[in-house]
Nanobody
Framework: QEQLVESGGGLAQSGGSLRLSCEAS????????MGWFRQAPGKQRELVAA???????DYADSVKGRFTISRDNAKNMVYLQMNDLRPADKAVYCC??????????????WGQGTQVTVSS
């Protein structure tokens, strides 16, 4: 059964950095786009970053220039480097595996999520 397991969340100060990791138990990992969603209490879920099978990244305007998504197909890993963190970045961050090589086909599986808290 496919699993996505996130790690790396925690507490950071405003202006600090965290790196999230997601390991996928999927032999065909390289074929699919991957992404990171976040959801804060009382706010709509937001796709903050995605990376397609060709390793082209895409970002929400709210994180552009601060967050970097990357993948290592040899390790079935996707990462989210978060720099210049702000209190508004506080949320539960979930790794997702897309149904296709890009994000247009929707999302096939989700991780449990990891909490990111940013203190001001």
């Amino acid at each position: 059964q496919e699993q996505l397991v996130e790690s790396g969340g925690g507490l950071a100060q405003s202006g600090g950095s965290l790196r999230l990791s997601c390991e996928a138990s999927l032999s065909t990992f390289a074929m699919y786009a991957m992404g990171w969603f976040r959801q804060a209490p009382g706010k709509q879920r937001e796709l903050v970053a995605a990376i397609n099978s060709g390793e082209r990244p895409d970002y929400a305007d709210s994180v552009k220039g601060r967050f970097t998504i990357s993948r290592d197909n040899a390790k079935n890993m996707v990462y989210l480097q978060m720099n210049d963190l702000r209190p508004a970045d506080k949320a539960v961050y979930c790794c997702v595996r897309c149904s296709e090589s890009n994000t247009r086909g929707g999302y096939a599986s989700w991780g449990q999520g990891t909490q990111v808290t940013v203190s001001s």
